[in-house]
């Protein structure tokens, strides 16, 4: 049974309590769910203590029939979840900026496009964004903490110049940072104002904004449910059509990539998290509903669905219990947990002309975690 208690704010914690036997590894899934997001709103009132909860899943050797077969426990682990300030900021990635390092399709080029990326301060956000500068792409990076994505704007630009030495400043990428709450269509029109005044046109976009919340579903606040509602749904909604709008006036071409989860195809055990489910669910058949109504006018929309990946998040909580790792990896049939560079050739691809025929598509990158 499921059991969610609220501490206050300070501790932005959450404890899990895991055991996997044999005849249930295959149905648990262990995942750090509980994501402090720069794209993240914050609460109006009280219930914003919430941010932070606990869950503990239980049963004996032989379940009962009033206890799900598939949650575990183990007295032994402890998970807790730092707080934001805790969390280190996600480093740009080493010789990723450079040209032509190795030979491969032209089709794959981004050179001469104009890419968006929304929560794309940190994480995955910010990673797949640097594979879109080391592609050719110019880049405009949305974040509601808009002095992280200008630090992280000019450290892309330090790190591509370092990788290109001798290369002259006029072919240097373009790389911006605007503040956008993705939730609010207002605030989204006026980012996207703000992007074409200073790039002129926009060809690419990648809805990185989102965040999650573990809370079993009688105990779910509606205004947190509401607010996850609006980053990860909304948010791909709002920035999707206004950029299919700007498409639509040039008559242009373009490229869409929401990212989703592998929570939008599966239940996710023992953690209780059914809106985040649904969200991410929503994301990727919005992908597809929207790759049907805008293919006639060359708008391609895709998702990828990310499996277990080692952010900055996970791997501070797998340096405190490195006995995690373990349990975590004997689930995925690739026996690792993914890092956000494998998101890198996923999202260049479904960006740029090499996929002109995918449209539509849900890629889950998990390491086939979702095939077991």
Not at 97 to 124: P, Q
Not at 249 to 265: E, L, N, T, Y
Not at 269 to 280: E, F
Not at 342 to 354: E, K, N, P, Q, R
């Amino acid at each position: 049974m499921f059991k969610a208690s609220v501490f206050p704010p300070i501790f932005h914690s959450l404890f899990r309590r895991i055991t996997i036997t044999p005849a249930a590894s295959r149905f648990i899934s262990f995942t750090p769910t509980l994501c402090n997001s720069t794209t993240s709103p914050p609460s109006d009132n009280n219930e914003d203590t919430l941010k932070s909860a606990s869950t503990t899943a239980s049963t004996s050797e032989s379940p009962s029939a009033h206890e799900g077969r598939y949650a575990r426990t183990d007295e032994s682990v402890r998970v807790e979840y730092p707080p934001d300030h805790e969390i280190p900021p996600t480093a740009v990635v080493q010789g990723r900026g450079g040209r032509h390092f190795k030979r491969t399709l032209a089709s794959f080029s981004l050179e001469g496009r104009v890419s968006v990326i929304t929560g794309g301060a940190r994480g995955l956000g910010l990673v797949m964004g640097q594979a879109l500068v080391a592609s050719g792409s110019d880049l405009a990076i949305v974040d509601l903490n808009v002095q992280e994505a200008q630090e992280q704007a000019k450290n892309m630009r330090h790190q591509f110049q370092a990788e290109n030495p001798g290369l002259d400043e006029k072919s240097f990428p373009k790389i911006t940072a605007h503040r956008a709450d993705v939730g609010n269509p207002e605030s989204v029109d006026n980012g996207i104002t703000e992007i074409l005044k200073q790039h002129g046109r926009i060809d690419h976009l990648v809805t990185s904004a989102g965040f999650t919340e573990n809370f079993d579903a009688v105990s779910y606040p509606h205004d947190r449910m509401q607010k996850l509602w609006s980053v990860n749904v909304d948010g791909s909604y709002l920035f999707a059509v206004a950029v299919a709008k700007h498409l639509m006036s040039r008559k242009s071409p373009g490229s869409i990539v929401f990212i989703g989860s592998m929570s939008g195809a599966i239940v996710n055990v023992p953690q209780p998290q059914a809106p985040y489910n649904a969200a991410k669910a929503a994301v990727r058949h919005l992908a597809a509903s929207l790759a049907v109504e805008w293919a006639k006018v060359g708008i391609r929309v895709n998702c990828i669905s990310p499996g277990y990946m080692l952010t900055a998040l996970t791997r501070k909580i797998l340096d405190d219990n490195p006995d995690l790792k373990q349990k975590w990896t004997s689930l995925i049939p690739q026996g690792k947990m993914g890092t956000p560079e494998d998101l890198m050739g996923a999202v260049t691809f479904l960006l740029s002309d090499a996929s002109k025929y995918v449209t539509g598509a849900d890629l889950r990158v998990d390491g086939g975690y979702t095939l077991t």
